[in-house]
């Protein structure tokens, strides 16, 4: 069965260092990756997905991800935190085939910025 | 509306009471998904539907949840009988469900329901 693991429960940066957290899946073949932010009383927002093609992939509020294949990971960096970015960040995956495919999430890793 | 809407957007329950939650996709999207939060933890799938047809109720965890969506717009999830267990907040998603392409899914903002 697909599973995804985020190593980091809780992380803390200080605003304006760099951020990287960690993303591991298990999957029969390369999936859809994904990452999402979810704000305390928000709904989940997508910040970046990887479908095919270039490993490296940029998404909204400076976000950037990298898929490598030979470790089954899809990290997500960001060069300088804000102290906006203080949330909660999931990444999931989905099937590769069909239009229309639940998601699969990780258990989340909770970032707190020290101004 | 622009997103997805849910209501209410907080529930308390006695342990045994029936409830039931809403879920107002963006207009016009077909597909419709219904995930359980719980604390501490990443959303999980409960059941999907394409239109008024559910597609796949996989994750339902019991006989006790239903879901519906009898016009192919409006859904609702239903729990009867609620446990404690079942205190989480419930995400409801909707995509456009173009053909030939992957839909990205909009969240709405959940419904935190509490089972005393």
């Known amino acids: 069965a697909q599973s995804v693991t985020q190593p980091d429960i809780h992380i803390t940066v200080s605003e304006g260092a760099s951020l990287e957290l960690r993303c591991n899946y298990s999957y029969g073949a390369t999936p859809y990756l994904f990452w999402y932010v979810q704000s305390p009383g928000q709904g989940l927002q997508l910040l970046l997905k990887?479908?095919?093609?270039?490993?490296l992939v940029q998404g909204i509020k400076g976000f950037e991800a990298e898929f490598k294949r030979s470790q089954s990971s899809f990290n997500l960096r960001k060069p300088s935190v804000h102290w906006s970015d203080a949330a909660e960040y999931f990444c999931a995956v989905a099937p590769s085939s069909g239009t229309a495919s639940k998601l699969t999430f990780g258990t989340g890793t909770r970032l707190q910025v020290t101004l | 509306g622009a997103g997805v809407s849910q209501s209410p957007r907080y529930k308390v329950a006695k342990r045994g009471q029936d409830v039931a939650l809403r879920c107002d996709p963006i207009s016009g999207h077909v597909s419709l998904f219904w995930y359980q939060q719980a604390l501490g933890q990443g959303p999980e799938f409960l059941t999907y539907f394409q239109n008024e047809a559910q597609l796949d109720k996989s994750g339902l965890p019991s006989d006790r949840f239903f879901a519906e969506r009898p016009e192919g717009s409006v859904s609702t999830l239903k729990i009867q009988r609620t446990q404690q267990e079942d205190s989480a907040v419930y995400l409801c998603?909707?995509?456009?469900?173009?053909?030939?392409?992957?839909?990205?899914?909009?969240f709405g903002p959940g419904t935190r329901l509490t089972v005393l």
């Open positions: 990887y479908f095919s093609g270039d490993t």
């Open positions: 998603a909707s995509s456009p469900g173009l053909a030939g392409f992957y839909n990205e899914q909009f």
